[in-house]
Each structure stands twice: as structure tokens, then as C-alpha cells.
């Protein structure tokens, strides 16, 4: 439903190099996992939300009340290394897989300046249960564009364009799903919205999800295809919305792989 991103470490700010990661994964003609640098590295187009305001441990955020706690909305791209997450999901959860970077653009957005924009959302199926029912569910209209740019390329090919109103949980759910243990948001903390995907194909946001979870290759201009990301291409998110004489713009979310560390830097 939604995550809170478990480090600020390795959250980092729009044109940061990424490296490409290490960890254990398993290949289908191994009978055991090796280390190895990740061969199914993806992106996954996510809305990050910026904590405004504390709660007190213990005590839940009502839904009516969340969106006092958000300052901002900013793009954010969860980087994965979907074998790294294959393997150590079970019995381990996939931290590693994303722990690596999360890449965020530069403009917090409020949400006082998104309200022209906000789109009803249908009823939900089943009703969910009372702390977290809405009777007037409310997203906004945020197109996103997915840009990957390969090192043998001087222009961006448009690869997706998705929408936040497409997610099924509002953030005001999310909340207080996220807080009704008890747990405690401060102020700065941010949540990713989970991956932001349509229902037809060039609107999913992840390559997980555009390759049909590797198994089809994605045309990249005229003359290159892919299923993960490679070395040196550069992922973009980028999201205007249009108002009347006027565009709100989140910046870039971008991010260039870079080859992963020599093997001699672990052991």
C-alpha cells in the first residue's frame, strides 16, 4: 500500500550517479545464489510525500486529518534490483534490493498549489474497513513521463507516461494505514507511494511491468531495445500539469547507472 523509505542515506537529489549494485541473487541455472552485480535492474515510478507535521507515538493519524501532516508532494523514482528482490524476499524482505538510492526532483510541490488538479476517484471494492473508509475519495490529474536516454544516444525516448490518479489508495488512506500501529512520522520523513501504473501498457511505470516481467523487449528509438536498464543509460521522470495561463512543474527525476564496483572493493 505504501512504504516509508527506511534510510535517508542513500536518498538523493535529481543528476546523481547511480552504481550499480552488488548483493545475492539466484539464476535460473544455479542451484544455489552467488554475489553478483544485479542483471535486472529497474525503475519504479513512484510520487514521494513529504511529512509536515509530527504524531505522537502510539497515536494513530485519523484520515481526516493526514493531509495536515503532508508539506509536499515531489517525484520520486524507488530504483530496484528485481533479482537482488527475487531472492531475498523470502525469508529476508526486499530492503536490499532498493536500499541502494531512491532518487527524488528537486521542487516540492504543495498541496495548496495541486487543488485545481484534484480528479474523483471511483468507490472502492470492497469497502475498506472504517479508519480507513472515504467517502469522497479524492486524487490529482499529475501525468508522468518515463525518459530513457543510452549512452549511444544524444536524445531521451519516451518509454511510459503514467498518472497519479491511476493508484488505487489516496494519501490520506496511506497515512493513516501506515500510522494506525501507533507508528510515528516526524517531520522530513517521506513515503513512497508504491509503483504508479495504468491500465494499458504505455502507462505502467516500472520495466518490470512493461516487459512483461522480462520476458518481451521494449523498442528504444530506431535501432536499440531493452528489458532492464544498462550501464550508463539515464532514466528521467519529468511531470508538468497545466493550469489556465499557467504550468506547475516537479523538475527532473534523473539518474545515470554506472558500472558496479570492481569485485575487489567487497572481499
Known amino acids: 500500500m505504501i512504504k516509508i523509505l527506511g534510510r ?110 484534484i480528479v474523483d476517484l471511483p468507490a472502492q471494492d470492497p469497502k475498506p474497513l472504517p479508519y480507513l473508509y472515504d467517502e469522497n475519495l479524492k486524487s490529482w490529474n499529475i501525468p508522468i513521463n518515463v525518459l530513457l536516454k543510452t549512452r549511444n544516444s544524444e536524445n531521451y525516448h519516451k518509454i511510459s507516461e503514467t498518472n497519479y490518479k491511476y493508484m488505487y489508495w489516496t494519501i490520506n488512506q496511506q497515512i493513516a494505514h501506515h500510522t494506525v500501529t501507533g507508528c510515528q512520522l516526524n517531520v522530513g520523513d517521506i513515503l513512497g507511494s508504491g509503483t504508479i501504473s495504468g491500465t494499458e501498457p504505455k502507462s505502467y511505470g516500472s520495466l518490470f511491468e512493461l516487459t512483461n516481467g522480462g520476458k518481451e523487449k521494449i523498442k528504444i528509438g530506431e535501432n536499440e531495445e531493452r528489458i532492464w536498464i544498462e550501464d550508463y543509460d539515464e532514466i528521467n521522470f519529468n511531470a508538468e500539469i497545466k493550469g489556465d495561463g499557467y504550468v506547475i512543474g516537479f523538475g527532473d527525476c534523473k539518474g545515470t547507472i554506472l558500472p558496479a564496483n570492481p569485485i575487489e572493493e567487497y572481499y
Open 8 to 117: 535517508s542515506s542513500t536518498i538523493v537529489p535529481t543528476d546523481t550517479n547511480i552504481i550499480r549494485p552488488r548483493g545475492q541473487i539466484k539464476p535460473p541455472t544455479s542451484e544455489n545464489p552467488i554475489f553478483s552485480e544485479t542483471k535486472r535492474l529497474d525503475f519504479e515510478v513512484e510520487i514521494g510525500v513529504i511529512i509536515g507535521k509530527n504524531n505522537k507515538m502510539g497515536h494513530p493519524i485519523k484520515l481526516k486529518e493526514a493531509s495536515s501532516h503532508v508539506f509536499g508532494l515531489v517525484l520520486l523514482n524507488d530504483w530496484s534490483a528485481r533479482d537482488v528482490q527475487a531472492w531475498e524476499y523470502v525469508p529476508l524482505g526486499p530492503f536490499l534490493a532498493k536500499n541502494f538510492a531512491t532518487t527524488i526532483s528537486p521542487w516540492i510541490i504543495t498541496l495548496e498549489a495541486l487543488e485545481p488538479f
